[in-house]
């Protein structure tokens, strides 16, 4: 199984909502990711956790909070958000051989979030 | 700082065509990582190549082909006989021994019937 799913595909939320983005992976990989993803533009890494443990946090606004419950879940709590986080949200996994983040990342298909 | 610069930021061809898409890169580091990652009208990014700065050979998968040169900081993506499904955006990205990944602004790929 090589693949990392996403759920829900699109999302449409109000500002004052709170919701919840879900990936999951089964490869055994030890590092998760989340990136956000505007219209032409490169993904922006958020966060990294490595081995179930938060080890990288690219200064996001606290309206985002990520969650590893496990080592195949990651979640991304949302709330408060600004019409301006409405992006491609992408979830990735990676074995992390060698103690590295440098290994190559698989990635979901990404939940299209809307925020009005 | 690492840098990675897709210069090209639209190609169209026509189905066939070969075509190239050029990547450079900047760093200081003497360990580093170079990949490509393709993202269809789907959405999700996929991954196409790893390759690691100690490692110059070429690399050919079938109808794509990597062009790995230390001496122009340089990681180009060939596609030979292009088709219409490898219409995609297309990222170069970069990662040192201990940086996270680093995308190029991404070439989107037209390839007309």
């Known amino acids: 199984d090589t693949e990392v799913t996403q759920t829900p595909k699109h999302l449409v939320m109000g500002m004052t909502n709170k919701k919840s983005l879900k990936c999951e992976q089964h490869?055994?990989?030890?590092?998760m990711y989340w990136y956000k993803q505007k219209a032409k533009k490169p993904p922006e890494l958020m966060f990294v956790?490595?081995?179930?443990?938060?080890?990288i946090n690219e200064s996001v606004p606290s309206r985002f909070s990520p969650e590893c419950p496990n080592s195949s879940l990651l979640n991304l709590h949302l709330h408060a958000l600004q019409p301006e986080d409405s992006a491609l949200y992408l979830c990735?996994?990676?074995?992390?051989?060698?103690?590295?983040?440098?290994?190559?990342?698989?990635f979901g298909p990404g939940t299209r979030l809307t925020v009005l | 700082a690492q840098k990675v610069t897709q210069a090209q930021t639209e190609i169209s061809v026509v189905e066939k065509e070969d075509v190239t898409l050029d990547c450079v890169y900047e760093?200081?580091?003497?360990?580093?990582?170079l990949f490509w990652y393709k993202q269809p009208p789907s959405g999700e990014l996929v991954f196409l190549i790893r390759r690691n700065s100690f490692d110059e050979q070429n690399e050919i998968s079938g109808r794509y082909s990597w062009n790995f040169q230390k001496s122009t900081s340089s990681f180009n993506f060939t596609i030979t006989a292009s088709q219409v499904v490898d219409s995609a955006v297309y990222f170069c990205a970069f990662a040192g021994a201990n940086s996270k990944l680093t995308f190029g602004k991404g070439i989107t790929l037209s390839v007309r019937p």
């Open positions: 490869m055994g990989h030890r590092a």
């Open positions: 956790y490595s081995y179930e443990k938060l080890s």
């Open positions: 760093t200081r580091d003497t360990t580093y990582y």
């Open positions: 990735a996994s990676s074995p992390r051989r060698g103690g590295a983040t440098y290994n190559e990342q698989f």
